[in-house]
């Protein structure tokens, strides 16, 4: 898709692009400034269209996988065990296991017994 013909609705896209937020891309792009429009014009379907377009490489760049975290805390485990740093390989076994849900952290609820002050009693 070539460059949307609105030069405010490409420049809207390039900003946003930019990590910039709809609500500061907007008056940048050369509109007046509107609290609602900016997300009204995120959702038109031209601008959504390029916007999915000219983002689409950027997310094939940064594109996080299970797989590939799980290469680099090999990394980090071999490269802890090999200094002898054991506690960082320890953290970095169980961010494997966190990661590959083998292990889950679980809080517990208070008791009630626990949530009540410890005042002395009078005598």
Known sequence: MPALKSYRQERFCQLVKQGIPPY?????????ADEGAPYR??????VKRRLAEITRGLAMKTRVTVESL?????????GATADKQ???????????AKLHGLMVDRKRPASPASSRSCRARPT
């Open 24 to 32: 500061r891309a907007y008056p940048m792009a050369g509109y007046r």
């Open 70 to 78: 799980t290469e680099e805390l090999n990394g980090v485990l071999a």
């Open 86 to 96: 054991f506690g960082a390989a320890r953290a970095a076994i169980e961010t494997k």
């Open 41 to 46: 014009l995120s959702e038109n379907v031209r």
